[in-house]
């Protein structure tokens, strides 16, 4: 998920059979974070969470359009 502008990202991490969160902000990114991290950190910065929007990866893209 990211900013309209796309200046905040949020990213979904998977190793095996734990996730965690990654917040991305211009050459700064913090990594794993659970949820309530993501909310403070995105709070403190002034984003607002509600306003993020779905963003899918190319390589994501490439596999829906495989088996969409």
């Known amino acids: 998920m990211q900013t309209a502008d796309g200046a905040w990202r949020v990213e979904v991490v998977r190793g095996g059979d734990t996730y965690w969160f990654r917040v ?8 794993w974070l659970d949820v309530a991290n993501v909310e403070r950190l ?18 994501a893209e490439g596999r829906l359009e495989r088996h969409g």
């Open 24 to 31: 991305v902000h211009a050459q700064n990114m913090i990594d």
């Open 42 to 59: 995105l709070d403190q910065a002034g984003v607002d969470i509600s306003q993020l929007n779905e963003v899918i990866s190319p390589s």
